[in-house]
């Protein structure tokens, strides 16, 4: 099925497009997403949701089937499982990004071509649309708020006085790896409290929770790419 999903971006087209492929600075912006490993145009990760005490990971690999940077376009190509379940998704997910508002903000486009199997596939493609939606909106709104705050840490760096002077929590990257070198795994995302669902709604948990799992997965990987060579 094909989903057809758009976010705003505010910044320029060309500053967006860098935004975009750093995965130092746009991975944490994703709910229930953590990056594992990035090996040139290869990278793989996991995605976590929950429905009350029902909890699933998916994990899986993607790699760029192509990059235009002229075009402002990104095709991923990308397939994951749950670890726990024989639930499987695929897609191939295109991006582009478009200029908006006068050229001081940025339409980012995103077309998902998703396969998913078992649980995932009781669902059609309206619900599939709407936690996909839900999601990205959430991961735009959280990327806006990363944004001021390197506005304002910008802002304010010309006003510092001389001298050596702590870094602003702003400007100080998230860590990528803890104590123990390894990358830390992102809390898991509760779909009940993103798609505003009642417990009327509990008999739906389970096959809401895969079905959300998997789009997720698929717009997560796509969300969450290595950044781009300089």
């Given at each position: 099925?094909?989903?057809?999903h758009?976010?705003?971006?505010?910044v320029?087209?060309?500053?967006?497009w860098?935004?975009?492929?750093d995965?130092?600075?746009?991975?944490?912006c994703?709910?229930?997403?953590t990056?594992?490993d990035?090996r040139?145009?290869?990278?793989?990760?996991t995605?976590?949701?929950?429905?009350g005490?029902?909890?699933?990971?998916?994990?899986?690999e993607?790699?760029f089937?192509e990059k235009?940077e002229?075009?402002?376009?990104v095709?991923?190509?990308?397939?994951?499982?749950?670890?726990?379940?024989?639930?499987?998704?695929?897609?191939?997910v295109?991006?582009?990004l478009?200029?908006?508002?006068g050229g001081?903000?940025?339409?980012?486009k995103?077309?998902?071509?998703l396969t998913?199997?078992?649980?995932?596939?009781?669902?059609?493609r309206?619900?599939?649309?709407?936690?996909?939606?839900?999601?990205i909106g959430?991961f735009?709104?959280?990327?806006?708020?990363e944004?001021q705050?390197?506005d304002?840490?910008?802002a304010a760096?010309?006003?510092?006085t001389?001298?050596e002077?702590?870094p602003?929590?702003?400007?100080t990257?998230q860590a990528?790896?803890d104590?123990?070198?390894?990358r830390?795994?992102?809390e898991?995302?509760?779909?009940?409290?993103?798609t505003?669902?009642?417990?009327?709604?509990s008999r739906?948990r389970?096959p809401?929770?895969a079905?959300?799992a998997?789009?997720?997965?698929?717009?997560?990987w796509f969300l969450?790419?290595?950044k781009?060579?300089r």
């Amino acid at each position: 099925m094909e989903l057809e999903h758009e976010f705003a971006v505010p910044v320029s087209v060309a500053e967006a497009w860098q935004v975009l492929l750093d995965v130092e600075r746009i991975g944490p912006c994703m709910p229930g997403a953590t990056v594992l490993d990035v090996r040139g145009d290869e990278f793989t990760g996991t995605v976590k949701v929950k429905v009350g005490p029902i909890s699933m990971t998916y994990a899986g690999e993607a790699r760029f089937a192509e990059k235009d940077e002229a075009a402002r376009r990104v095709v991923i190509e990308a397939a994951g499982k749950e670890n726990r379940g024989s639930g499987t998704a695929k897609a191939s997910v295109t991006a582009t990004l478009e200029p908006a508002d006068g050229g001081s903000s940025t339409a980012v486009k995103v077309l998902t071509d998703l396969t998913v199997t078992g649980r995932p596939a009781q669902f059609g493609r309206g619900m599939l649309q709407d936690v996909g939606g839900k999601l990205i909106g959430q991961f735009a709104d959280n990327l806006a708020a990363e944004l001021q705050e390197d506005d304002k840490a910008g802002a304010a760096a010309p006003a510092a006085t001389s001298g050596e002077s702590e870094p602003s929590p702003a400007s100080t990257p998230q860590a990528m790896y803890d104590e123990a070198g390894q990358r830390p795994s992102a809390e898991a995302l509760d779909l009940l409290e993103v798609t505003g669902l009642s417990g009327a709604m509990s008999r739906y948990r389970v096959p809401l929770l895969a079905g959300g799992a998997a789009v997720g997965a698929a717009l997560v990987w796509f969300l969450v790419r290595r950044k781009r060579s300089r």
